[in-house]
């Protein structure tokens, strides 16, 4: 693929920008000429051979997001400050070659999801400009929606990184949280943030969330600084990660009684795209959302909104100039809440956390309508809280349960503006919500890979796609990355059973055919014990070079040699033909 020219990018974002109608998407916008001079520079770097995976590509950041140099508003005037460093998911992404070009347009201190809580201006939709983007990530959404910038960071807590996503047609990926740092980042409900990305695609949104997750050589701030924010803890992948989405994997929609928000028109756009999931091969249960939206009250109408007066309560009561109404009335009631309610809706939380895992076991994925309503500006203003809660209803409780999402488009409804659809699954199953949106969305059977731990292991019979035991490799979380051959020195002997398998040995002259398929640590070592002699899994060397975990053997001395037939398929296909 022909990549454009840093230089070449910066200039048509910047024509594209100059010719869209301003919509309140930027609060910051770089002067042209320094988003040039880091063209430059990334130009610079690849003639130079260094690999940069971004290059080529512009973003924007949301404004509650540090970039040294750059105020940081979080949409307060009276809030602003410089920093002097910027957030390391910002160095990390300019590192790799992306230049930035400016800072989104948000509600005010990331509450809301609605895009109209901001002094500086209501974002419109992409799409539609009588309708709301979505909040409070509405300047990325809209910015990504509108083609301004290839991609986008926003923030989530409530769903600020999937509504606008599906009010401005894009896809939004919400990680688990904790996989992407947050220094950096002004908090909202520092419990439960996360730093978002928004794309056109979901190949695209997925390289972006692995290189925000890439070591970083900047400093970040130090948490016993003075005026220093404490960020949450950073968490690493676990070595269970799933690698992929299965197959065929069973997919968790609500009820027909869970859906009472929706009108039915939406009604018919959300089967439209069950029917759409089950096309690419899915299989769909349906389960009581219940516990999921009684989470997802607690964070404004319960103890946890606490969190909200802790960020900055206490600076809207010192600036009341330029607060907006809706999150100042938040902060107000948040600081009065006792400490006893907090303690005791944090426990009801864990006891309806559990309720949801149970509900969900046994399933891959959850997917719900992004939004229940893509609201006029009208709507809003006539009840800015009340809308808003309808918006979050299918998207507060994710972040409070420790789940992932990813947000995709899912057309227009006739009258009633934008719909998406939302796959939501547990914490650090990103990959299997990435290749479920990549199927929906018609980019393939599986996105990216985000980074999870792996191990590759070579394959060359019953765990073949297609064969018997290729099912396990699937309820194990793994992932099909391509075909394969051995080196010339390789040998297949048949071991005979329940089920017929291969052992590939050494002591040949062969170049046996077969498959690499990549799965967690803990899965291989689940594999392992599943193994009986003579198989065993040990190192083999492959026809380009490498050498990976595969399957071989120790033979009795008994096995039939089938090398000759050329593969298992082969000695399948010879095994079921009549002499």
């Given at each position: 693929?022909?990549?454009?020219?840093?230089?070449?990018?910066?200039?048509?974002?910047?024509?594209?920008?100059?010719?869209?109608?301003?919509?309140?998407v930027?609060?910051?916008?770089?002067?042209?000429?320094?988003?040039?001079a880091?063209?430059?520079?990334?130009?610079?770097?690849t003639?130079?051979?260094?690999?940069?995976?971004?290059?080529?590509?512009?973003?924007?950041?949301?404004d509650?997001?540090?970039?040294?140099?750059l105020?940081?508003?979080?949409a307060?005037?009276?809030?602003?400050?410089?920093?002097?460093?910027?957030?390391?998911?910002?160095e990390?992404?300019?590192?790799a070659?992306?230049?930035?070009?400016?800072?989104?347009?948000?509600?005010?201190?990331?509450t809301?999801?609605?895009?109209?809580?901001?002094p500086?201006?209501?974002?419109?939709?992409?799409?539609?400009?009588?309708?709301?983007?979505?909040?409070?990530?509405?300047?990325s959404?809209?910015?990504v929606?509108?083609?301004?910038?290839?991609?986008?960071?926003g923030?989530?807590?409530?769903?600020?990184?999937?509504?606008?996503?599906a009010?401005?047609?894009?896809?939004?990926?919400k990680?688990?949280?904790?996989?992407?740092?947050?220094d950096?980042?002004?908090?909202?409900?520092?419990?439960?943030?996360?730093v978002?990305?928004?794309?056109?695609?979901?190949a695209?949104a997925?390289?972006v969330?692995t290189?925000?997750?890439?070591?970083?050589?900047?400093?970040?701030?130090?948490?016993?600084?003075?005026?220093?924010?404490?960020?949450?803890?950073?968490?690493?992948?676990?070595?269970?990660?799933?690698q992929?989405?299965?197959?065929?994997?069973?997919?968790?929609?609500?009820?027909?009684?869970?859906?009472?928000?929706?009108?039915?028109?939406?009604?018919?756009?959300?089967?439209?795209?069950?029917?759409?999931?089950?096309?690419?091969?899915?299989?769909?249960?349906?389960?009581?959302?219940?516990?999921f939206?009684?989470?997802?009250?607690?964070?404004?109408?319960?103890?946890?909104?606490a969190?909200?007066?802790?960020?900055?309560?206490?600076f809207l009561?010192?600036?009341?100039?330029q607060?907006?109404?809706s999150?100042?009335?938040?902060?107000?009631?948040?600081?009065?809440?006792?400490?006893?309610?907090?303690?005791?809706?944090?426990?009801?939380?864990?006891?309806?956390?559990?309720?949801?895992?149970?509900?969900?076991?046994?399933?891959?994925?959850?997917?719900?309508?992004?939004?229940?309503?893509?609201p006029?500006?009208?709507?809003?203003?006539?009840d800015?809280?009340?809308?808003?809660?309808?918006?979050?209803?299918?998207?507060?409780f994710?972040n409070?349960?420790?789940l992932?999402?990813?947000?995709?488009?899912?057309?227009?409804?006739?009258?009633?503006?934008?719909?998406?659809?939302?796959?939501v699954?547990?914490?650090?199953?990103?990959?299997?919500?990435?290749?479920?949106?990549?199927?929906?969305?018609?980019?393939?059977?599986?996105?990216?890979?985000?980074?999870?731990?792996?191990?590759?292991?070579?394959?060359?019979?019953?765990?073949?796609?297609?064969?018997?035991?290729?099912?396990q490799?699937?309820?194990?979380?793994g992932?099909?990355?391509?075909?394969?051959?051995?080196?010339?020195?390789f040998?297949?002997?048949?071991?005979?059973?329940?089920v017929?398998?291969?052992?590939?040995?050494?002591?040949?002259?062969?170049?046996v055919?077969?498959?690499?398929?990549?799965?967690?640590?803990a899965?291989?070592?689940?594999l392992?014990?599943?193994?009986?002699a003579?198989?065993a899994?040990?190192?083999?060397e492959?026809?380009?070079g490498s050498?990976?975990v595969?399957?071989?053997?120790?033979?009795?001395?008994?096995?039939p040699d089938?090398?000759?037939?050329?593969?298992?398929?082969?000695?399948?296909t010879?095994?079921?033909?009549?002499?």
């Open positions: 693929m022909t990549r454009t020219s840093p230089p070449d990018a910066v200039r048509a974002a910047y024509a594209r920008i100059r010719s869209a109608e301003p919509g309140h930027w609060i910051h916008l770089r002067a042209e000429e320094d988003a040039l880091d063209a430059g520079d990334v130009a610079a770097r003639a130079a051979g260094v690999d940069l995976p971004l290059a080529g590509l512009v973003f924007a950041v949301k509650n997001i540090d970039v040294a140099g105020p940081t508003t979080a307060h005037p009276e809030f602003a400050f410089v920093p002097a460093t910027s957030a390391p998911v910002v990390r992404l300019r590192a070659g992306a230049v930035l070009v400016g800072k989104t347009n948000l509600d005010q201190f990331a809301g999801l609605v895009g109209t809580r901001s500086y201006g209501p974002v419109a939709s992409a799409v539609d400009p009588d309708r709301v983007a979505g909040g409070s990530s509405s300047g959404g809209a910015a929606g509108l083609g301004l910038v290839d991609f986008a960071l923030t989530d807590t409530a769903g600020s990184g999937r509504v606008p996503a009010f401005n047609g894009v896809v939004g990926l990680p688990t949280v904790g996989l992407l740092p947050a950096g980042v002004v908090p909202a409900c520092p419990s439960y943030d996360t978002s990305v928004f794309a056109a695609d979901v695209l997925a390289r969330l290189v925000c997750q890439a070591p970083t050589t900047g400093d970040v701030p130090d948490p016993q600084d003075a005026g220093a924010t404490r960020a949450p803890d950073a968490r690493a992948w676990p070595a269970d990660a799933p992929g989405a299965p197959a065929h994997p069973v997919v968790a929609v609500p009820r027909d009684e869970d859906l009472g928000t929706l009108s039915p028109a939406v009604r018919a756009a959300f089967a439209a795209a069950i029917g759409r999931l089950e096309g690419t091969g899915a299989t769909v249960r349906r389960i009581d959302l219940t516990p939206l009684a989470a997802g009250r607690l964070l404004y109408d319960g103890g946890l909104v969190e909200r007066a802790w960020s900055y309560g206490e009561a010192g600036h009341p100039e607060a907006d109404p999150v100042a009335a938040i902060a107000t009631a948040a600081s009065g809440v006792e400490g006893t309610r907090v303690v005791a809706d944090q426990q009801r939380l864990a006891g309806l956390t559990r309720q949801g895992r149970r509900l969900l076991d046994g399933t891959d994925a959850l997917l719900v309508p992004t939004a229940p309503i893509h006029t500006f009208a709507q809003v203003a006539a800015p809280i009340g809308v808003n809660s309808t918006v979050g209803t299918f998207t507060n994710v409070l349960m420790d992932a999402a990813v947000a995709v488009p899912a057309g227009q409804v006739d009258g009633e503006g934008q719909f998406g659809v939302t796959f699954v547990p914490a650090f199953h990103d990959q299997v919500a990435a290749d479920l949106a990549a199927r929906f969305l018609g980019e393939g059977e599986e996105a990216p890979l985000l980074g999870a731990p792996g191990v590759d292991v070579a394959v060359f019979g019953a765990h073949l796609r297609g064969e018997p035991l290729n099912a490799l699937d309820a194990l979380g992932r099909y990355l391509r075909d394969v051959a051995t080196a010339p020195a040998r297949m002997l048949l071991v005979e059973g329940a017929d398998r291969p052992a590939v040995v050494r002591g040949g002259e062969a170049s055919p077969g498959e690499l398929w990549r799965l967690s640590p899965s291989l070592a689940r392992l014990t599943s193994i009986a003579p198989l899994l040990g190192p083999v492959l026809s380009d050498t990976v595969g399957f071989t053997g120790a033979p009795t001395g008994t096995e089938i090398t000759h037939l050329g593969g298992w398929r082969a000695y399948r010879a095994a079921a033909t009549p002499a």
